[in-house]
């Protein structure tokens, strides 16, 4: 609570009301952004800590508008959260999995489940079990108060403003390169777009809900009949690596190293990844080919990244719809929505209830990934190869 303490006072030393454009620090202002505060920090507590272990919140309050009869407060939460299993057993994905796999029959298909199951359990272990995740939340809150109140700058107490309150969920917009603007420097620069939604639109899925959706997916991977042959090229690619590169802040909004496309730069980030990741270059996939700058696919006139990964066995696509859990770290998302020739990103964290991504343009670095958004949009490149287990990834 001490740093939420100094980043209110900041943002109160120095920024402007849009309705009260001489109000400076007072004593509404205060009470308003503590209450803000109280409110967006439980709220992430009580969403969070069924699941996790939630600890170093932090709030920066964006802004403070007042009207008539009410105050509006926009709250952004940074929080670092803790898987609540111990061990992978404890997870329900785990425990869907292992469902499944008792309720199998073919020896085959056991087998392949089995891989499956030994998959994730390496992957809980690695990169989420005792591992400290961090996240951000972005909040609209309200505060009924009395326009007498608000003329006068009238103080009130934090719980009469927590009485007569509401929250809601402050989700990103994807914004297409229509959006898209250039800035002196030539970076690209858009303002976020954001839907408010109810604040169940921040709920977690259930256990059950999270136990069902990873029984549903070992049935379905059981039963393809359609595989991706896997290469040598594809042993190359460590997805951890492409993954660590993809969280990295220094690669935001560009690395200077690699050429930079304004408005179009997100296969350009996504190729930078796979060659941060170990994948080697070649006469058709090498810096600034249309392969490396394009993203491919079905929505794209060109060919592209999404193309050339598939056809040399480096990745293998899934739909969002249905297996969008299955998308470990180092999968590429591939949008098909929101842009007339695509858009791709990197899955960097998956712990069978959250998922977190990175893209360029426009630039998310380690974020929440909306899952129901993401799933009803976009499909999945997944790895061939598990550089974590040395071994083909269950497809």
Not at 18 to 41: F, M
Not at 314 to 337: H, L, N, P
């Amino acid at each position: 609570m001490k740093k939420s303490k100094l980043l209110i006072t900041a943002f109160l030393a120095c920024s402007v009301c849009a309705v009260c454009a001489s109000a400076s620090y007072n004593s509404l202002d205060t009470v308003v952004a503590d209450g803000a505060v109280t409110l967006a920090e439980d709220t992430v507590k009580e969403y969070r800590e069924d699941y996790y272990d939630v600890s170093n919140l932090s709030t920066q309050i964006e802004s403070i508008e007042y009207a008539s009869n009410k105050v509006n407060v926009i709250a952004r939460v940074e929080y670092d959260t803790i898987i609540k299993a111990s061990t992978p057993e404890d997870s329900p994905y785990i425990q869907g999995i292992e469902g499944a796999i008792e309720d199998l029959t073919d020896e085959a298909q056991i087998s392949e489940a089995t891989d499956y199951l030994e998959m994730w359990k390496n992957e809980l272990n690695r990169n989420h079990i005792n591992k400290t995740i961090s996240n951000e939340a972005t909040f609209n809150i309200a505060f009924s108060i009395q326009p007498s109140l608000i003329n006068a700058k009238q103080s009130v107490s934090v719980d009469q403003l927590l009485a007569n309150s509401s929250i809601m969920y402050r989700d990103y917009n994807f914004i297409t390169n229509d959006n898209v603007t250039t800035l002196n420097n030539g970076i690209a620069d858009t303002e976020q777009e954001f839907t408010d939604k109810p604040i169940d639109a921040f709920e977690l899925e259930t256990d059950s809900e999270v136990y069902e959706k990873a029984y549903n997916t070992v049935i379905r991977l059981v039963n393809n009949g359609t595989k991706a042959s896997g290469s040598s090229r594809a042993q190359e690619l460590d997805r951890v690596a492409a993954r660590d590169y993809a969280q990295d802040p220094a690669n935001f909004p560009r690395n200077p190293d690699y050429n930079y496309y304004t408005s179009e730069d997100c296969a350009n980030f996504v190729s930078q990844c796979y060659y941060e990741g170990g994948l080697s270059e070649d006469n058709i996939w090498k810096r600034y080919t249309i392969p490396w700058i394009n993203t491919g696919g079905s929505r794209s006139t060109y060919y592209g990244l999404s193309d050339y990964m598939q056809e040399y066995d480096i990745v293998f696509w899934v739909k969002g719809d249905t297996d969008i859990d299955r998308a470990i770290a180092g999968s590429i998302i591939y949008y098909q929505s929101g842009t007339p020739e695509g858009h791709v990103g990197i899955v960097t964290s998956n712990d069978g209830r959250t998922m977190k991504y990175s893209a360029h343009t426009n630039d998310h670095c380690d974020e929440t990934m909306n899952q129901e958004w993401f799933s009803e949009n976009c499909d999945f490149l997944i790895p061939c190869w598990d550089s974590y287990d040395n071994r083909w990834t269950p497809q």
